[in-house]
T-cell receptor
Framework: DAGVTQSPTHLIKTRGQQVTLRCSPK?????VSWYQQALGQGPQFIFQ???????QRGNFPDRFSGHQFPNYSSELNVNALLLGDSALYLC??????????????FGPGTRLTVT | QKEVEQDPGPLSVPEGAIVSLNCTYS??????FMWYRQYSRKGPELLMY????GNKEDGRFTAQVDKSSKYISLFIRDSQPSDSATYLC?????????FGAGTTVTVRA
């Protein structure tokens, strides 16, 4: 049973450039969330996608956008990169919450360095 | 004030000791509470989740939640060098998780 996968593993970009990160959810999961984790900090929620729509968004500027495909995989796009965007970007997948707890499973992350 | 406060440590204990980790929170909307373990340069791994106040045990791990005090804890019994990692508390409201900063734990052989 494949877990959450992310690509690429590492990425180096220059200020002002644009980047696209990719995520495939765990088998059987239909919801994808993206988080940014700066060095020495806990992950910060960027947004969540369900049924190809953004369902909830954290406190991130519009430079951060995403997409979910019919097969539930997702992309995170960041435009006009800043040095402060350097971080580990984590994707988490889960099932749609019903009346109980739903667990988010994380991928290994994509480490983005902006120079 | 952050929604979730967690002492970053670092915490260093001898093998076999009990590791005690805790977080406090301010948002009463948090309903579900989780602990994740994160090894260096890896994604967080879910260890435990709880909903109600009280204790939940899983092997060497015990999670405690006190909603009246807005305080959660994780205890690791008989700690092993392989438990050396960063431990993150997380809390859910709506669809998102809010994390603490993480506590770095080293278990010395």
């Amino acid at each position: 049973d494949a877990g959450v996968t992310q690509s690429p593993t590492h990425l180096i970009k220059t200020r002002g450039q644009q980047v696209t990160l990719r995520c495939s959810p765990k088998s059987g999961h239909d919801t994808v969330s993206w988080y940014q984790q700066a060095l020495g900090q806990g992950p910060q929620f960027i947004f969540q996608y369900y049924e190809e729509e953004e369902r909830q968004r954290g406190n991130f500027p519009d430079r951060f956008s995403g997409h979910q495909f019919p097969n539930y995989s997702s992309e995170l796009n960041v435009n006009a990169l800043l040095l402060g965007d350097s971080a580990l970007y984590l994707c988490a997948s889960s099932l749609v919450p019903g009346t109980g707890v739903y667990e988010q499973y994380f991928g290994p992350g994509t480490r983005l360095t902006v120079t | 004030q952050k929604e979730v406060e967690q002492d970053p440590g670092p915490l260093s204990v001898p093998e076999g000791a009990i590791v005690s980790l805790n977080c406090t929170y301010s948002n009463s909307a948090f309903q579900y509470f989780m602990w994740y373990r994160q090894y260096s340069r890896k994604g967080p791994e879910l260890l435990m989740y709880t909903y109600s106040s009280g204790n939940k045990e899983d092997g060497r791990f015990t999670a405690q939640v006190d909603k009246s005090s807005k305080y959660i804890s994780l205890f690791i019994r008989d700690s092993q060098p392989s438990d050396s990692a960063t431990y993150l508390c997380a809390m859910r409201s709506d669809y998102k998780l809010s994390f603490g900063a993480g506590t770095t734990v080293t278990v010395r052989a």
